[in-house]
């Protein structure tokens, strides 16, 4: 007995040892990654959590677990894998297939304003003189004046001075008393003088050919126009710099219309436009991008652009309501069906035919998206970055009945995915 009780001392001791032994060779979590290759940490119950360092589970607190780059690299080179739908499967399910093939890339951008008077065709009449209103040619808005045209006449003693210095200085003229080189600029400043005050130079022919001074100034229209505003009667005193009469010339508008971001990317000066107004259904009209502004609005994330259209007819008027189209043109390059495009995430999911029933998926990198609109239906398509080729065929519709299929048959697990950082306490 006491033999037996000496040998099991001794097995407990070595057993102990043994397992101390274990422990000082075991690494811990914070050495295996030094031995293994990890891609990344996960833990065996719960294999979403990922950690590019050892630790505990988040969840549920056991050691995480080294994934091998090895295994990751395995997983990676799975994506190039086929799969198989039968041909039959396909027909019942209405699986079609697209080409990704070059093309024109047209887009169609929509966006509404309204419309401006384009401010080289206005002309406010302004008093230059103080007086009264003695007689009024134009009395109301809608008018249409040509240039050149009388609005009013304004009496004003202001008029009689320097009226009569330039009749002097035309007596002095011609009497050749004075070098005709001095006379010639006292003259043009006699002229600037009565400009100043907003005689005409028809006007200004008539009191040299008359020699008359006179105290009513003729105030003209400067353009050809409809009156828009026309507050002054007769009677009414006038001040230097008072509005008098406000004429417009309607033959060219403008429009400020605000794009998006991505849009704004797309147009450039010259671009044409259609213009529509609810004032005239199934009518359009021609605009032309004139100015892009050179700012985003921090908080709509659109840009103002600038655009011109004629209206040589005169049926659109200022703050009318518009509705704009620009047809933009982006060049050429490879194309696919918005609709045969699997989103993940940030990137693209398509399902590349191999003949005979046999399908592989495959990521791409797609840039915008466009809207053909010289189709005679809404077709919407994305240009191909990367990861497909001019020719291969990719399946157009039913691609989340495949993209299930591919799911039951293991061929899109971990597709896609990245280690992502979790902390671990």
């Given at each position: 007995m006491?033999?037996?009780?000496?040998?099991?001392?001794?097995?407990?001791c070595?057993l102990?040892?043994?397992?101390?032994?274990?422990?000082a060779?075991?690494?811990?979590?914070?050495?295996?990654?030094k031995?293994?290759?990890?891609?990344?940490?996960?833990?065996?119950?719960?294999?979403?959590?990922?950690?590019?360092?050892p630790?505990?589970?988040?969840i549920?607190?056991?050691?995480l677990?080294?994934?091998?780059?090895?295994?990751?690299?395995d997983?990676?080179?799975?994506?190039?894998?086929?799969?198989?739908v039968?041909?039959?499967?396909?027909?019942?399910?209405?699986?079609?297939?697209?080409?990704?093939?070059?093309?024109?890339?047209?887009?169609?951008?929509?966006?509404?304003?309204?419309?401006?008077?384009?401010?080289?065709?206005?002309?406010?009449?302004?008093?230059?003189v103080?007086?009264y209103?003695?007689?009024l040619?134009?009395d109301?808005?809608?008018?249409?004046?040509?240039?050149?045209?009388?609005?009013?006449?304004?009496?004003?003693?202001?008029?009689?001075?320097?009226?009569?210095?330039?009749?002097?200085?035309?007596?002095?003229?011609?009497?050749?008393?004075?070098a005709?080189?001095s006379?010639?600029?006292?003259?043009?400043?006699?002229?600037?003088?009565?400009?100043?005050?907003?005689?005409?130079?028809?006007?200004?022919?008539?009191?040299e050919?008359t020699?008359?001074?006179?105290?009513?100034?003729?105030?003209?229209?400067?353009?050809?126009?409809?009156?828009?505003?026309?507050?002054?009667?007769?009677?009414m005193?006038?001040?230097?710099?008072?509005?008098?009469?406000?004429?417009?010339?309607?033959?060219?508008?403008r429009?400020?219309?605000?794009?998006?971001?991505?849009?704004?990317?797309?147009?450039k000066?010259?671009?044409?436009?259609?213009?529509?107004?609810?004032?005239?259904p199934?009518?359009?009209?021609?605009?032309?991008?004139?100015?892009?502004g050179?700012?985003?609005?921090?908080l709509?994330?659109?840009?103002?652009?600038?655009?011109?259209?004629?209206?040589?007819?005169?049926?659109?008027?200022?703050g009318?309501?518009?509705?704009?189209?620009?047809?933009?043109?982006?060049?050429?390059?490879?194309?696919?069906?918005a609709?045969?495009?699997?989103p993940?995430?940030?990137?693209?999911?398509?399902?590349?035919?191999?003949?005979f029933?046999?399908?592989?998926?495959?990521?791409?990198?797609?840039?915008?998206?466009?809207?053909d609109?010289?189709?005679?239906?809404v077709?919407?398509y994305?240009?191909?970055?990367?990861?497909?080729?001019?020719?291969?065929?990719?399946?157009?519709?039913?691609?989340?009945?495949?993209d299930?299929?591919?799911?039951?048959?293991?061929?899109?697990?971990?597709?896609?995915?990245?280690?992502?950082?979790?902390?671990?306490?």
């Amino acid at each position: 007995m006491k033999h037996k009780w000496k040998f099991g001392l001794i097995i407990t001791c070595v057993l102990i040892v043994v397992g101390l032994g274990g422990l000082a060779i075991w690494p811990g979590p914070g050495n295996r990654s030094k031995e293994v290759d990890a891609a990344y940490w996960t833990c065996a119950m719960h294999p979403s959590v990922h950690s590019s360092t050892p630790g505990k589970c988040p969840i549920c607190g056991m050691d995480l677990v080294p994934v091998p780059r090895s295994k990751v690299a395995d997983m990676r080179s799975s994506r190039d894998r086929e799969f198989v739908v039968p041909l039959e499967r396909q027909q019942q399910i209405g699986v079609t297939f697209a080409e990704a093939r070059k093309r024109p890339m047209r887009h169609e951008v929509r966006t509404v304003g309204t419309l401006e008077v384009d401010p080289a065709g206005v002309f406010e009449c302004v008093a230059g003189v103080d007086g009264y209103i003695a007689e009024l040619r134009v009395d109301s808005p809608g008018e249409h004046v040509s240039a050149g045209e009388p609005l009013l006449v304004i009496h004003s003693p202001d008029l009689q001075a320097p009226e009569q210095d330039l009749i002097n200085l035309l007596k002095v003229y011609e009497s050749g008393t004075a070098a005709p080189a001095s006379m010639d600029h006292i003259m043009d400043l006699a002229h600037r003088r009565l400009r100043l005050l907003n005689v005409d130079q028809q006007e200004i022919a008539e009191l040299e050919r008359t020699r008359q001074s006179t105290d009513y100034l003729v105030i003209r229209s400067a353009i050809a126009g409809i009156v828009s505003d026309a507050p002054m009667k007769i009677g009414m005193s006038v001040k230097r710099g008072d509005e008098l009469v406000k004429v417009v010339n309607l033959s060219h508008l403008r429009l400020w219309a605000n794009f998006y971001e991505d849009e704004i990317a797309l147009l450039k000066e010259g671009d044409a436009v259609t213009v529509s107004t609810p004032a005239f259904p199934g009518q359009s009209f021609d605009g032309k991008v004139v100015a892009i502004g050179p700012t985003i609005d921090p908080l709509r994330r659109t840009g103002s652009v600038r655009i011109d259209i004629p209206n040589s007819s005169g049926l659109l008027r200022p703050g009318m309501f518009a509705d704009v189209v620009a047809k933009i043109e982006a060049g050429e390059g490879i194309t696919i069906p918005a609709d045969s495009v699997v989103p993940l995430g940030s990137r693209m999911l398509v399902f590349v035919d191999r003949g005979f029933g046999k399908l592989q998926p495959r990521l791409i990198q797609v840039g915008r998206q466009f809207t053909d609109p010289d189709a005679s239906s809404v077709e919407r398509y994305y240009q191909v970055l990367g990861g497909l080729k001019e020719g291969e065929r990719i399946v157009a519709s039913a691609n989340f009945l495949i993209d299930a299929e591919a799911q039951i048959q293991g061929v899109l697990r971990d597709f896609g995915e990245e280690p992502s950082e979790v902390s671990v306490r």
